[in-house]
C-alpha cells in the first residue's frame, strides 16, 4: 500500500473522503456507468435467488 493511499485511509473519518490523486487518463463516466450496471445486476441476482428461495419449500411440499 502506498503512503498516499494509507494516509488517505488515516484521514478518511475526519475528511469523510478518500483525499488522493487519480488518474487523470481514467474516464470517471464511464467508470460510474460501469459499477452502476454491476450494482444493478447484482441486486437483480439476488432478487433472483430470493425469489427461488421463497417459492423452493412449496415446491417441495407439493412433490
Known sequence: M???IATAKKNLE????LDVEIDPDLDLVA???HLKKEKMRLSWLTTIKNQRY????TT???A
Open 2 to 4: 502506498t503512503t498516499a
Open 14 to 17: 475526519k475528511n469523510g473522503f
Open 31 to 33: 467508470e460510474i456507468e
Open 54 to 57: 421463497r417459492t423452493l419449500p
Open 60 to 62: 417441495l411440499a407439493t
